[in-house]
């Protein structure tokens, strides 16, 4: 009896969501049209998409052309090794992954977090293996009210639920309101955010001795990720570990 009821409802739910996928067919993260195809990228779509996949940089995630075996490093990261000790990022910042990112960003579109969140999952299961918290890198309080959402936070509540780890939206202070990083040259990033973080007083326990997982929506340079590896480790983290969403690989993309 009991066995028939628990069917009974699970046929309920299978025919509640075919209704609403039929009245609400979900709408693609990349052209924004509804019923593109099953479920959020049609397949040409996710075919476009450049999921980072083979080996990469150790330290910066950067996709390398061939495999060099554990701990090897691009020669970005051995001629200035980031201040993180591992970053990983789910796909490359280019035309295809281009709309997901800037809708994420600029427009809140939040619909497809659980996607993306699974793909960074994925891109930085190592590291979520070994984290203790995961920690989303901040807005300054002024720009949270304006825009009313934190794409960062977003991401980091969405892979701890995910994966069972520890998040702290608040663990990260951003001290100062610094003007936007886009079309700024690396050395001015650097400039524009140094000591612009710090760690919460109340979250000071959390982060002492500990393995933090930080989240970010994009690496670009990595100054905002660096200035803030350099906060949590000034309050006492073990280690600080970097996960994205997408990152940029070359130059020339550095317009976000």
Not at 16 to 23: C, I, V, W, Y
Not at 117 to 126: I, V
């Amino acid at each position: 009896m009991g066995g028939d009821m628990d069917l009974q409802g699970l046929m309920a739910k299978q025919f509640l969501r075919r209704l609403a996928d039929f009245l609400w067919p979900p709408r693609s993260l990349v052209s924004g049209q509804r019923g593109a195809g099953k479920g959020p990228l049609s397949p040409a779509e996710f075919a476009a998409i450049g999921f980072i996949s083979g080996p990469v940089c150790e330290s910066c995630g950067s996709p390398m052309e061939m495999d060099l075996g554990t701990g090897a490093q691009c020669a970005a990261c051995i001629a200035r090794p980031p201040r993180w000790a591992h970053a990983r990022a789910a796909m490359v910042y280019e035309q295809a992954s281009r709309r997901i990112v800037l809708d994420l960003k600029r427009s809140g579109r939040r619909d497809g977090i659980q996607v993306m969140s699974g793909w960074m999952a994925q891109a930085g299961q190592a590291l979520l293996a070994e984290a203790d918290l995961i920690v989303p890198v901040p807005l300054h309080y002024t720009r949270l009210v304006s825009r009313g959402f934190n794409q960062s936070a977003w991401l980091a509540t969405a892979l701890s639920a995910r994966t069972g780890v520890p998040c702290r939206v608040s663990a990260l202070k951003r001290k100062r309101r610094t003007p936007t990083q886009g079309g700024l040259s690396a050395r001015a990033r650097r400039r524009n955010v140094a000591g612009a973080f710090a760690v919460s007083p109340r979250a000071l326990g959390h982060v002492q001795g500990k393995r933090i997982l930080l989240v970010d929506d994009v690496l670009t340079t990595g100054a905002t990720l660096s200035a803030c590896t350099r906060a949590l480790f000034k309050a006492g983290a073990r280690q600080v570990d970097v996960l994205v969403l997408a990152r940029v690989v070359r130059e020339t993309d550095v317009t976000i």
